[in-house]
């Protein structure tokens, strides 16, 4: 079920992607929607450590092939921001405000490292605030709406994995009353 609920959001990417212009030569300006990241940022808040990171390697794997970028890029940025953010979480309490203070902090962090990575290799020149005025402040603040959504599609997960866990839980007890008798 995990799967389906990846690559639902990973579709959505694309789709926002899609319906979104973006100039990626920076003339005018650049929205990257980031429905991945914040999914599995919502996933980390109630899941275990081992399972989020499992699908972390593989939907980032995914984002480098639907963005066209470095191989293990996405993968890394995604996982040191998930890492991150796991370890503040303590400090935030379940409130809408902190949810979506919460996700600004992801993209934000997400954004920052995508921007050092591609200076320290050399495969961009653009200067810090000119990519602060075209990618970075359109991507913060496009995906907030977008953060409601990977909220709510994670609350739906984590309520369909509830049910099936007690779904489970009263067959075993079914089964072992029955052969109790």
Do not use: C
């Not at 300006?29 to 399972?51: D, E, G």
């Not at 902090?105 to 591609?118: H, P, S």
């Amino acid at each position: 079920m995990t799967a389906i609920f990846i690559t639902l959001v990973l579709l959505l990417d694309l789709l926002i992607s899609s319906l979104i212009f973006s100039d990626f030569a920076m003339t005018s300006y650049v929205f990257v929607p980031s429905t991945t990241l914040l999914f599995l940022l919502f996933l980390l808040l109630k899941q275990s450590h081992q399972k989020v990171f499992v699908w972390v390697l593989i939907s980032g794997f995914v984002v480098d092939l639907m963005y066209h970028s470095m191989l293990f890029t996405h993968v890394l940025i995604f996982m040191i921001v998930l890492f991150i953010l796991k370890e503040y979480q303590r400090h935030f309490s379940d409130t809408m405000i902190e949810i979506v203070m919460m996700g600004v902090i992801a993209i934000f962090l997400k954004e920052i490292m995508l921007f050092g990575w591609y200076t320290i290799l050399s495969i961009t020149d653009v200067q810090f605030l000119s990519w602060y005025a075209s990618r970075l402040f359109i991507t913060m603040m496009g995906n907030i709406p977008i953060i409601f959504i990977a909220y709510h599609l994670s609350v739906r997960y984590n309520q369909l994995l509830k049910r099936q866990q007690l779904k489970m839980q009263k067959s075993e007890s079914t089964l072992w009353g029955f052969l109790r008798e």
